[in-house]
């Protein structure tokens, strides 16, 4: 099993910065792909960004230049800076590992971004 604890949400004025970051743990011998994904209250989970293990990092335009991804393999964490932020930003934000094939889930963290 692999365990995910995600921290660094939190509130914040339109324009501010956070810095989320998802630790992993467990059984993670060599965690391939590390992704945010975000949900706000009545809309679908959507992609925030992605980065392959030693890949170039993907983005949607909705965040592109504004939001990046980066991780630490030694410490087996990703991170998902996130600058200039806008009240549309405002969502609980996932991180998604996939370890082996299999994709793992953490608990989510509350961003919110006040106009």
């Known amino acids: 099993q692999v365990q995910l604890v995600e921290s660094g949400g939190g509130f914040v004025q339109a324009g501010g910065s956070l810095r989320l970051s998802c630790a992993a743990s467990?059984?993670?011998?060599?965690?391939?792909?590390m992704a945010w994904y975000r949900q706000a209250p009545g809309k679908q989970r959507e992609f925030v960004a992605r980065?392959?293990?030693?890949?170039?990092?993907i983005y949607p335009n909705s965040v592109k230049g504004r939001f990046t991804i980066s991780r630490d393999n030694a410490k087996n964490t990703g991170y998902l800076q996130m600058n200039s932020l806008k009240p549309e930003d405002t969502a609980t934000y996932y991180c998604?590992?996939?370890?082996?094939?299999?994709?793992?889930w953490g608990q989510g963290t509350q961003v919110t971004v006040s106009s």
């Open positions: 980065i392959r293990r030693g890949g170039t990092p």
């Open positions: 467990g059984n993670i011998a060599g965690i391939g792909d």
């Open positions: 998604k590992v996939t370890v082996m094939t299999y994709d793992y």
